[in-house]
């Protein structure tokens, strides 16, 4: 099966200090998460949007928390996007990278949006940094009725064995747990703005290098502010790993991710 986080569970987290300084430690990488991190592939994008596709004029599109503008710009092939994003650093690489987005700072909690003026709100890799309670406050307000709010991220096939095999290695490093999986069906917590989740799952293989996934490993938040003689122990440990796996030691290679996406109505 393939494990990702429960979109509506809270995640494990020593404190909230951690937490806050996890959520702030992407910017300074921000060119290397928009070099090393995957993208989301157009079947994902386009079945959270299939609600208010077909219509004669292009959906207007909100994705929050749009880091360097990874899922911004596959929904850019479905209508207009406003990418809003709290960290400069990030909100600077998605300008550069991504010019025919708007570019906003704002965050989950105060979108920077007018009362029903959208027709999408998207979510990539983030929901689980947002207060739960006041980002759906606030997609309910700013979405049109009939209008969708979707969460999408990337996980590991865990089914593979060497990929169960280079998570256990990280994670037997972390010096915090990380969040729980979980193996029920993902959902979005109940809102009475919204009607009940629907999920579904897509392939999103890529094609990288060992030294391309220790690169991508490197851009996680948990390593962002580790110690760096414990970021450099973990990140040589995945090395070592790669380096004695058939799978990974003879050049490029695929690695199994795999999009889930859960999606829900506004009333």
Do not use: C
């Amino acid at each position: 099966m393939t494990r990702g986080f429960s979109a509506g569970a809270p995640r494990t987290v020593p404190g909230v200090d951690t937490d806050r300084a996890r959520a702030r430690s992407f910017g300074a990488v921000a060119a290397d998460y928009a070099r090393f991190r995957p993208g989301y592939p157009r079947a994902a994008v386009e079945w959270a949007l299939q609600p208010v596709l077909g219509a004669s004029a292009p959906p207007r599109l909100l994705d929050v928390g749009a880091g360097t503008g990874k899922l911004t710009a596959a929904m850019l092939a479905f209508g207009p996007v406003t990418a809003v994003e709290p960290d400069g650093g990030m909100l600077d690489e998605l300008r550069a990278r991504i010019p025919e987005a708007t570019a906003v700072s704002g965050s989950a909690e105060e979108l920077p949006a007018e009362d029903s003026s959208v027709d999408a709100v998207l979510v990539g890799q983030a929901w689980h940094w947002f207060d739960h309670d006041r980002a759906l406050a606030e997609a309910a307000r700013v979405l049109r009725p009939g209008g969708v709010l979707a969460v999408l991220w990337n996980d590991d096939d865990l089914d593979i064995e060497w990929v169960q095999g280079y998570r256990e290695v990280l994670h037997s490093l972390r010096d915090e747990p990380p969040a729980a999986g979980s193996d029920n069906v993902p959902a979005l917590p109940a809102h009475p703005a919204f009607a009940h989740s629907r999920h579904s799952r897509h392939p999103n293989p890529v094609r990288t290098t060992a030294d391309g996934l220790v690169a991508t490993m490197g851009t996680h938040s948990w390593l962002l502010i580790s110690e760096p003689r414990a970021r450099e122990r973990a990140l040589g440990a995945l090395r070592d790993y790669l380096a004695g796996r058939p799978e990974t030691s003879a050049g490029e290679f695929e690695l199994p991710l795999v999009t889930a996406v859960v999606r829900t109505l506004r009333k």
